[in-house]
C-alpha cells in the first residue's frame, strides 16, 4: 500500500501541495482528478522524489520514500510513466524496454516480465526492433507502460496518460493496465483530467483542488453524482 500524509510542497512560496493526504492499495487502480493546476502533477513527483517535500510523510508497505533519490523508490517498488513519455525516439522498442529493467539485475525476472509486457502489449514483440520514435502515440503509451513495469514495480503511477491519444485508444490502455494490475496484484495510481474515463476503471478516487483533497470515496460514486461533476469536474 502507498500511503502519503500531510504533504505540503511548495513553489516561490506557493503551495502547490497543501497538506494532501491518501492511500493507494496494491490490486486496485486509484485515480487523482481535477482541474489544471490542483496539484496532480506535482503529487507525482513528490512520490518519485523529484520534487522535494516542505512536510509530510510518503511510504510503501510501511517504508518510508521521501528523502530517498529516485532510483532508490524505483528500486522500492514504484515506477512512473510520466506525462508525453519520454521515451528514448532513437532507441528500439525492445532497448526502451530494457532501460526501465535496469534495477532489476535478475535475468530470468527480467525475461519473465518481458514476456508479460509482450503478452499485454502484443504490438511491443512485433516490433521489438523498431525505432521508438517511428510509432504512433497509442503505441508509443504502450511502450511507456511497458518500460515502467519492466522494473516489476509494486505501485505503478501514470501521469495524464490519455494526452494525445483518440478516445478509443486512451480507454483501450486504461483498460489494460486495468486488468494487469488486477492479475498480478499491482498498485495503480494514475493522475488524468479525463476523468470520467478514468472513474470508470478505478475502484477508488480523490478530487484534488488546489493541493488538498477536496472529496473521495468509491470512484463509481464520485462518477454518478452529478453536483460533484458540477462542482469539480464541469
Same mark, same amino acid.
Given at each position: 500500500?502507498?500511503?502519503?500524509?500531510?504533504?505540503?510542497?511548495?513553489?516561490?512560496?506557493?503551495?502547490?501541495?497543501?497538506?494532501?493526504?491518501?492511500?493507494?492499495?496494491?490490486?486496485?487502480?486509484?485515480?487523482?482528478?481535477?482541474?489544471?493546476?490542483? %496539484?496532480?502533477?506535482?503529487?507525482? &513527483?513528490?512520490?518519485?522524489?523529484?520534487?522535494?517535500?516542505?512536510?509530510?510523510?510518503?511510504?510503501?508497505? %510501511?517504508?518510508?520514500? &521521501? %528523502?530517498?533519490?529516485?532510483?532508490?523508490?524505483?528500486?522500492?517498488?514504484?515506477?512512473?510513466?510520466?506525462?508525453?513519455?519520454?521515451?528514448?525516439?532513437?532507441?528500439?522498442?525492445?532497448?526502451?524496454?530494457?532501460?526501465?529493467?535496469?534495477? /532489476?539485475?535478475?535475468?530470468?525476472?527480467?525475461?519473465?516480465?518481458?514476456? /508479460?509486457?509482450?503478452?499485454?502489449?502484443?504490438?511491443?514483440?512485433?516490433?521489438?526492433?523498431?525505432?521508438?520514435?517511428?510509432?504512433?502515440?497509442?503505441?508509443?503509451?504502450?511502450?511507456?507502460?511497458?518500460?515502467?513495469?519492466?522494473?516489476?514495480?509494486?505501485?505503478?503511477?501514470?501521469?495524464?496518460?490519455?494526452?494525445?491519444?483518440?478516445?478509443?485508444?486512451?480507454?483501450?490502455?486504461?483498460?489494460?493496465?486495468?486488468?494487469?494490475?488486477?492479475?498480478?496484484?499491482?498498485?495503480?495510481?494514475?493522475?488524468?483530467?479525463?476523468?470520467?474515463?478514468?472513474?470508470?476503471?478505478?475502484?477508488?478516487?480523490?478530487?484534488?483542488?488546489?493541493?488538498?483533497?477536496?472529496?473521495?470515496?468509491?470512484?463509481?460514486?464520485?462518477?454518478?453524482?452529478?453536483?460533484?461533476?458540477?462542482?469539480?469536474?464541469?
Amino acid at each position: 500500500m502507498l500511503e502519503a500524509k500531510d504533504l505540503v510542497l511548495e513553489y516561490g512560496g506557493v503551495r502547490a501541495l497543501n497538506g494532501m493526504s491518501f492511500t493507494a492499495s496494491t490490486g486496485e487502480v486509484t485515480a487523482v482528478v481535477g482541474s489544471n493546476g490542483a %496539484g496532480k502533477t506535482t503529487l507525482m &513527483n513528490a512520490i518519485c522524489g523529484l520534487v522535494k517535500l516542505a512536510s509530510g510523510e510518503i511510504r510503501l508497505d %510501511g517504508a518510508r520514500l &521521501n %528523502g530517498l533519490a529516485p532510483d532508490e523508490i524505483v528500486r522500492k517498488g514504484v515506477s512512473l510513466v510520466p506525462e508525453g513519455r519520454e521515451l528514448f525516439p532513437k532507441l528500439s522498442v525492445l532497448e526502451n524496454l530494457l532501460l526501465g529493467a535496469t534495477v /532489476r539485475p535478475d535475468p530470468a525476472m527480467r525475461r519473465k516480465t518481458l514476456e /508479460r509486457i509482450f503478452e499485454l502489449f502484443p504490438v511491443l514483440a512485433n516490433r521489438q526492433k523498431q525505432q521508438a520514435g517511428r510509432m504512433s502515440g497509442g503505441e508509443q503509451q504502450m511502450l511507456a507502460f511497458g518500460r515502467a513495469l519492466m522494473a516489476q514495480p509494486k505501485m505503478l503511477l501514470l501521469d495524464e496518460p490519455s494526452i494525445g491519444l483518440a478516445p478509443k485508444v486512451e480507454e483501450q490502455l486504461i483498460s489494460a493496465i486495468s486488468d494487469y494490475s488486477r492479475e498480478n496484484g499491482i498498485g495503480v495510481l494514475i493522475v488524468e483530467q479525463n476523468a470520467m474515463l478514468v472513474l470508470e476503471y478505478a475502484q477508488h478516487a480523490y478530487v484534488v483542488e488546489q493541493g488538498r483533497v477536496a472529496l473521495c470515496g468509491p470512484a463509481a460514486e464520485i462518477r454518478d453524482d452529478p453536483a460533484v461533476i458540477a462542482s469539480y469536474l464541469g
